[in-house]
C-alpha cells in the first residue's frame, strides 16, 4: 500500500476514535444548564445569551428566506 493511502486510512481511524469520545451531557446535566439559564447563573452568560440570540435571528431569516421561496 502506498504512503497516501496508508495516511489516509490513519486519519480516518482519529477521526473515529475521536468522534466516539466525545461528552454527552446526561439529562441532569441538561437540567442544571436550563436552571443556571432561567437564573442568569451561568458562566459567560452575557457571551451564551449573545449566542442564543444570532441562532434565533439566523433562524428567523432562514424561515424569512424559505417562505419568500415558496412563495415564488
Known sequence: MKVP?????????????????????????????????ALDMRDNEKLKDAG?????????AAEGVEDAVQGN
Open 5 to 37: 493511502g496508508m495516511l489516509a486510512i490513519a486519519v480516518c481511524s482519529a477521526v473515529l476514535l475521536a468522534s466516539g469520545c466525545a461528552k454527552k451531557d446526561s439529562p441532569i446535566d441538561n437540567a442544571v444548564e436550563s436552571t443556571k439559564d
Open 52 to 60: 442564543e440570540h444570532v441562532k434565533d435571528a439566523l433562524d428567523d
